[in-house]
Nanobody
Framework: QVQLVESGGGLVQAGVSLRLSCAAS????????MGWFRQAPGKEREFVAA????????YYADSVKSRFTISRDNVQNMVYLQMNSLKPEDTAVYYC??????????????????WGQGTQVTVSS
């Protein structure tokens, strides 16, 4: 049973930074690729960032490249999303996702089988 719990969301102003965390209850966390997706109101859930168990390579959506950084701690079973220079268009519910197996290309939603409940990020202008 895979359990993912996100935290760190909130209401912030444009331009500031926020870090999301995802705590994973996995027996073999190290063999899972982890990702972050987001869903804005009235839109489809979209890919944000992903990381393999070895930290390499990482994948990012074009809209967040150079602003967001995904990282993981395989000892603490944690995944993080550092979000800098936030924009109003980053407003969404952010979901943590897990996939057993390595990613070899930029993933899509169906590449992940386990999901957290999400954490709301709201960026005001």
């Amino acid at each position: 049973q895979v359990q993912l719990v996100e935290s760190g969301g909130g209401l912030v102003q444009a331009g500031v930074s926020l870090r999301l965390s995802c705590a994973a209850s996995l027996r073999t966390f190290g063999v899972y690729a982890m990702g972050w997706f987001r869903q804005a109101p009235g839109k489809e859930r979209e890919f944000v960032a992903a990381i393999n168990w070895s930290d390499s390579p990482t994948y990012y959506a074009d809209s967040v490249k150079s602003r967001f950084t995904i990282s993981r701690d395989n000892v603490q079973n944690m995944v993080y999303l550092q979000m800098n220079s936030l924009k109003p268009e980053d407003t969404a519910v952010y979901y943590c996702a897990a996939r057993r197996g390595r990613l070899t290309t930029t993933p899509v939603r169906t590449d992940f089988g386990s999901w957290g409940q999400g954490t709301q990020v709201t960026v005001s202008s």
